[in-house]
């Protein structure tokens, strides 16, 4: 929920405007102003112990009053980079919109995009990568929905960037952000430790080899890219579903943070291992009928008990295949005790 701050009636006028673009947000305005904007939110008082108040009640808060102001009426409430919301400042006439905190992860700077175009103002940026147009890897990860490793090396890999010096880039994903000249693609992990690099960007499914090192500062986005399909007998709990999984990962040498989604067959929509298993993944679950995962029979190796008992004659592997928009079977079928798991990774995923 967003939280739009004003102090004075122009800044009511303009919250009101904004509550066009924004129609759910709640509008928090001094006591005095209420026979004039009734029907909103009011605070007595000072401004700071109130936002004491209900600071964890929004997600995001836009202030209309001087940067100064809210500088220090935020300043006892910052916690975390990764925790805080994303806060703006907006002068009176709507002219600027300045991404005060969280600009990247908290998706403060495409926020203050998106209301600059609808005010007709400018966005205000002052992150340095977004200056030099250099692609923030926080806020790639976070619009999609990647996991970024090695989060605090970001400052040194990005500083070095911002001053010319050689990164290396490595990728797997269909889809690279733009990088300046000096980020240096590499074909292998490997070459990473063999070039005279000051950072590297690894934006791959792929662990590391725990034989590799890399004695510089490095970032890894994970892209989620990674289709898991699962067969399982009734009754297998979600600990023994994960270990399947996590030991065909492992094997492959893929990260589970790239496990974009699970998939099986929609008898199992019920089945409370397999429920668990995505919940403790965080990714969702996409089920399939026994007639579209028999037309891929002729690619595997069937199985007569799980015909019987399904009325296909596999499970996990078409299952992945149908998940993936433009699948690559990266491993067929791995069979555990009453488990199976097969591994795509999905070339259509990427990172934009």
């Known amino acids: 929920m967003m939280a739009v701050v004003a102090l004075t009636k122009k800044a009511a006028e303009l919250g009101l405007k904004i509550k066009g673009l924004y129609p759910d947000c709640h509008l928090l305005l001094p006591g005095r102003l209420e026979a004039d904007y009734p029907g909103h939110a009011y605070f007595r008082g000072a401004l700071g112990p109130f936002l004491e108040s209900c600071w964890k009640e929004y997600s995001q808060y836009i202030f209309i009053m001087a940067t100064g ?53 400018r966005a205000v940026l002052t992150t340095a990568t977004d200056v030099e147009g250099i692609p923030a890897l926080d806020d790639l990860a976070r619009r999609n929905g990647c996991e970024l490793e090695n989060l605090e090396q970001w400052k040194n890999v990005a500083l070095s960037l911002l001053e010319g010096d050689p990164v290396a880039l490595y990728s797997t994903v269909g889809v690279e952000p733009l990088f300046p000249a000096n980020a240096v693609k590499v074909e292998a992990i ?8 000051r950072g590297a960007v690894l934006m791959t499914e792929e662990t590391l080899n725990q034989d590799l090192s890399l004695p510089l500062p490095h970032v890894i986005l994970r892209p ?35 496990v974009a989604c699970l998939a099986s067959i929609d008898i199992k929509q019920e089945e409370q291992g397999l429920l668990e298993a995505a919940r403790i993944l965080g990714v969702p679950l996409q089920f399939f009928s026994a007639a579209r995962l028999q037309k891929l029979q002729g690619h595997f190796t069937p199985s007569d008990f799980v015909l019987e008992q399904t009325g296909t004659g596999a499970v996990a592997e078409p299952a992945a295949l149908l998940a993936a928009r433009e699948p690559l079977l990266l491993a067929g079928k791995t069979c555990f005790p009453g488990i199976t798991v097969a591994i795509v990774k999905d070339l259509s995923a990427g990172i934009r």
């Open 190 to 197: 490997e070459d990473i430790s063999r070039g005279s690099f």
């Open 69 to 121: 102001i809210v500088v220090r009426v935020i300043a006892p409430l910052i916690r975390d980079k990764k925790k805080d919301p994303p806060v703006l400042v907006l002068a009176e006439l709507g002219q600027y919109v300045i991404p005060l905190l969280s600009g990247h992860l908290g998706g403060a700077n495409e926020l203050a995009r998106e209301m600059a175009a609808f005010l007709g103002g």
């Open 224 to 258: 989620r890219n990674i289709v898991i399909g699962v067969g399982c007998r009734k009754g297998k709990p979600g600990n023994e579903i994960l270990s399947a999984i996590y030991s065909t990962l492992d094997n492959l040498q893929i990260s589970r943070y790239s």
